[in-house]
């Protein structure tokens, strides 16, 4: 059965959805907090094959909790404005450096474009990493050794002592009031 999420727009209007619908979570940028005040996170929803954009009252690691997925079929990326962008591995489609027009100029910026469809078209957006950092996350593999053993297989890197420190603390009993 899948996992059912409820989440609330900043509007207050709920949506019900299968966790699974949820593809792309990001942060909000200074001026989307002021024009939402309730909102915290903005969230790509892939429904009925098209994507939709909400911004929705729960933060940001709420969403990806509910949403599953293991982190190592995620990207963390650092999106520009001081905002954090988690999305499947699965639907990047390219990248372009470039620079993003803001109230201050322009800066240098990275535009990432999905293999998800929204109403206006691809879904993309800037991120301050460069085309090769993007390169580095997207190419390294999920790794199922956890790190305990060296390359040669003979044991251990290092060791750990499991030997308590102190001794335990015992802890008094209260004495039962007794019924008479």
């Known amino acids: 059965m899948n996992n059912i999420v ?3 727009q900043a509007t207050g209007k709920a949506l019900l959805l299968p966790a699974d619908a949820i593809t792309i979570v990001r942060t909000l940028k200074d ?3 002021e024009k939402y005040p309730h909102g915290k996170s903005g969230v790509w929803l892939n429904i009925g094959g098209l994507t939709q954009h909400a911004i929705v009252r729960e933060t940001f690691g709420f969403i990806l909790t509910k949403a599953g997925g293991a982190s190592s079929e995620r990207v963390l990326l650092a999106g520009t404005g001081g905002t954090k ?3 499947p591995r699965g639907v990047f489609s390219h990248a372009m450096e470039g620079e993003e027009k803001t109230k201050e100029g322009t800066e240098d910026a990275t535009v990432v474009t999905t293999s998800l469809q929204g109403p206006q078209g691809p879904v993309a957006f800037f991120i ?8 580095d996350m997207l190419s390294t593999d999920a790794s ?3 790190g305990r053993y060296d390359e040669s297989g003979d044991g251990p ?3 750990v002592s499991l030997e308590p420190r102190s001794t335990p603390v015992r802890r008094r009993r209260r004495k039962r009031p007794s019924a008479r």
């Open 6 to 8: 409820k989440l609330v």
């Open 31 to 33: 001026d989307e907090r």
């Open 85 to 87: 962008i988690s999305m």
């Open 128 to 135: 301050k990493d460069s085309a090769e950092e993007l390169l």
């Open 144 to 146: 199922d050794d956890d």
């Open 157 to 159: 890197e290092f060791s």
